[in-house]
């Protein structure tokens, strides 16, 4: 089953210093933190603040091309997770056709921001991302997930470009 999520914010892990994306279902209950490179989050947070480039960067691109030719995203999917991994969908559609492509969640997250698209999570990888050990040394799970879970709007400001 997937659940509907949305972007709550971008941070920098206190531990690790690197960026988390915070997804959040409307109903508060489920929190996922997932941690992306400096560019994807530089991607996301680019559309988040809506900050306009002077040339199109790279989701920008493939918002362009799917435009152009007519397809569009239904919906993104984090599908899995394998392996401290996260996995993610893109659903196209074009001429009625359904299309799946298999996605970075960093790249299916900036995408959906620039094409205002649900963003869904298999409840198999909520409930994964829930039992899994060791995210880092330092902090345990339920360290993190209260930490989560206490954070503000102040907090989700604090990642920088």
Not at 50 to 68: A, C, E, F, W, Y
Not at 116 to 135: F, G, K
Request: hydrophobic content about 40%; charged content about 25%; glycine content about 4%.
């Amino acid at each position: 089953m997937e659940i509907e999520m949305k972007i709550r914010g971008l941070m920098v892990d206190p531990v690790t210093n690197t960026p988390i994306v915070i997804l959040r279902d409307s109903s508060g209950n489920s929190i996922l933190p997932i941690w992306v490179g400096v560019y994807e989050a530089n991607a996301i947070a680019l559309e988040i603040e809506k900050v306009s480039t002077p040339r199109p960067m790279t989701h920008d691109l493939i918002r362009n091309l799917l435009t152009g030719v007519e397809a569009t995203v239904s919906k993104v999917v984090v599908s899995e997770l394998k392996d401290e991994t996260f996995y993610a969908v893109i659903w196209l559609e074009k001429d009625g056709q359904v299309i799946s492509v298999d996605s970075r969640p960093s790249d299916a997250l900036a995408l959906a921001l620039r094409l205002d698209c649900p963003i869904y999570v298999e409840e198999q990888v909520l409930a994964s991302s829930r039992a899994a050990t060791n995210i880092s040394e330092k902090v345990t799970n339920e360290e993190l997930r209260r930490w989560l879970e206490g954070l503000n709007d102040e907090d989700l400001g604090r990642y920088k470009m």
